[in-house]
DNA sequence: CAATTTTGTTAGATTAATCTAACTTTATAC
DNA sequence: GTATAAAGTTAGATTAATCTAACAAAATTG
């Protein structure tokens, strides 16, 4: 059974994953918060576990098992989000530093009751999408806001970056998953948007933002 | 801020204290299933931290931060019971091994969610007390049954053993916490007790169950 | 393509939590 | 009140997860 750190280092693997599931050393460092050695020597464990497939001065790579391992631990942390906020009365900002906690506890009961009581969800408070139980995770196709043109209606679907700071700039400007947004124009110079939706009639969205917002096309 | 480990040592220490409030170091050894030399190595940690007192070949004592902080992990243990049994639908006989895990997340609005939720109840799904926010506990007067007479009229109101095997016991006996109980006759010979409730007209509890079971008395 | 930079590895140390073996102190028991 | 037993301590080792310093390989770049 994988430690705590053991199934950060899963996770974290899982996420960085290029498409051809490979991520160097430095990356996960980078990510981890910790040396290089360290994730060496982590990844030669991870190895013996057989949870990744590594050779010296390669990147490494999830072998099924491990991606499973993340997955399942993914799905802990989304059904935790989704339940803090659907079922606790939590805010969508509130709930990642809780469910990076939760996520670890071995008890797949639990996991399974928060999911019975949500009613099976797909995605999480994000707009994520919640692995099954078997590690599957049914793909999405958002496209990003960012590509989007003008006179186009779409709704907001999820978030490629979900920190405290974004989320609550999102609060601060009504804006939550579901939200219709029209696109009135798209600055050439800064790639802004302005976009209308709800009661806001003209709101000015700048390109970092845009390109955090995933988004369903619907019209035009 | 205390490890998981450490919480566990201040929760063995803070329920095996005797009235003066001292732990020998087998006893603690005996509890923790570790060796008395980890203990001790343990106990002089937990002094560095200002949460115990201690000098050599004398018994351990927790400090007013040591009991507190004892107290908070078992208020959080005590209230996650409470959340699993009445929010989430876990039998009384499930709980305590995932409260194991959840009573160690660091994040006081999750129990206070809880607690709110809860109606802030003051005692767990066992009939323990549950901790204030202060870690002040507030005592509760049960007499154990196996001290009470024939002809009594009882409501059971706590149990000294929560073990999974004992609770399911209970459970096919259809005993529950408020359950109201008649003592028909008590056994000189093997301390054990004829009783009736709901239902049951005739049921014989062995003085291992009645020493288990904590009463209020309501008659005769 | 040689020089430099970046990336990755090895070696060795540290801390937390644990162990066993050996020793010491305290308690128990004739 | 000494002998034995029980309880407690010390010393030294182990494992997981981390670090820094030094070195090696791979990638970049003039």
Known sequence: ??????????????????????????????????????????????????????????????????????ALVIRQHRLTEMFLVNKMGFGWEEVHAIAEQVEHIHAPKFFERMDELLGFPTIDPHGSPIPDKMGRIKETHYVCLDTCEAGQTVVLAALTNSSTEFLEFLNSRNLSLGTQITIHSKETYDQSMVVSYLQNERETLSEKVCEKLLVRIIGE
Chains 1, 2 share one sequence.
């Open 1 to 70: 059974m994988a430690s705590q750190t053991e199934e950060n280092y899963l996770k974290a693997l899982f996420n960085l994953a290029n498409p051809a599931g490979e991520v160097n050393i430095s990356e996960l460092a980078n990510q981890m918060n910790v040396s290089m050695p360290t994730v060496n020597s982590m990844v030669k464990t991870l190895q013996k576990n057989g949870w990744v497939i590594y050779q010296k001065y390669k990147p490494v790579q999830l072998t099924p098992e491990g991606q499973k391992t993340a």
